[in-house]
């Protein structure tokens, strides 16, 4: 499968939102990367859903939404409304997880689960098969613009092995610091949909930065 794009609207500038997300539906990418925020599962508050509606109403790309919340079962009915068509909880925060996943699913989303960098892949050994995405993050959730962790790699391997013998059309999305320069090397680890928040939205070019990794060139490592 070719790899999909999702740019992160977090980096977008909130003052123009409908200007940028109509710069996205321009522009190659597959996905729109929607992150929330709580200030208590994550140190940051982002928006909620008057916003994520709001970005509905001009999206032509369906919107992927990553919960940083604690608690997310009390919100995912309010998200599907909102206009979500794929919902990301985090693993460290649902004690039911399988229960979490059938009712995304049931709600007619795609069901990710997200892993925070210290979590190892391990723990999805038994939930696998029902999942439509797994998302590594390569940050510690809660801001943009942070530097890469590269221990990313072994676990992009990790779930992609994973993923090989047990569920081969999971999507396996990779967020936080990605952008040209690694790009190439995480689609090679087993990454196949990327989040980019500032390598999109900080580049004179948005769109050719989204095309630049949908196609990217290879990139000499310094
Ligand atoms: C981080 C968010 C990311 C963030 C990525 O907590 O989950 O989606 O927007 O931003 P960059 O690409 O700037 O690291
Ligand atoms: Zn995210």
Redesign the pocket.
Known sequence: MKHLVAP?I??ADFANLQRDIEMINNSQADWI?V?IMDGVF?PNISFGFPVTSAVKKHALKPLDV?L?IVEPDRYLKNFKDAGASGITVHYEVCPNLHRTVQYIKELGCRAGVALNPHTPVAALDDIIGDLDMVLIMS?N??????RFIENTYKKLRDIKELSSRKNPNLFIEV????DAHNINALIEAGANVF?????VFSSPDPTAAIAGLKDPKPFPRS
Do not use: T
Request: charged letters at 10%.
């Open positions: 992160s977090l980096a990367h992150d994550v990553h940083m940050v959730p809660g801001f943009g613009g942070q967020d936080g610091g990605v989040v980019a928040g500032s390598s």
